[in-house]
C-alpha cells in the first residue's frame, strides 16, 4: 500500500523533474553526505541532471559533469545506471566537441 507520504514524496518529485537547480542541490546534498559519510550519492539524480542538461543542449557543462561525477562515483559502485553515465559522459563530450567544432566554423 501506499502511504501518503510516499505519494506526496513522489509526487514533489515529480514536480521537480525538470528544475534543474533542485536537482543540483539534491546532488550537491549527496556529495556533501559522501565527504561525511562515506556514502556514494545516488546516480538518479545526477542522471536527471545530465537529461536537463542534454535538453538545453549545454553538451560542454553536461560533458564536464558527468565526467567529474563517473571519476568520483561510478568507480565505489558499478551498478546500471552508474555505467549509463560513463557512458553518457563520453556520447557528452562527442555532443560538446561537435558543437564547438560547428560554432567555430
Known sequence: ?????????????RSISDDLAAQIKIVKEGVEHYLRHGDSPPPAYA?????????????????????????????ESVGRREIQIAQRAIKARMLATRAATAASE
Not at 500500500?1 to 518529485?13: G, S
Not at 535538453?55 to 558527468?66: C, G, Q
Open 1 to 13: 500500500m501506499v502511504t501518503r507520504d510516499h505519494a506526496e514524496f513522489v509526487a514533489y518529485m
Open 47 to 75: 542522471w536527471r541532471v545530465a537529461v536537463i542538461l542534454r535538453k538545453r543542449k549545454i553538451f560542454s557543462v553536461e560533458a564536464d559533469f558527468l565526467e567529474a561525477f563517473a571519476a568520483h562515483f561510478c568507480h
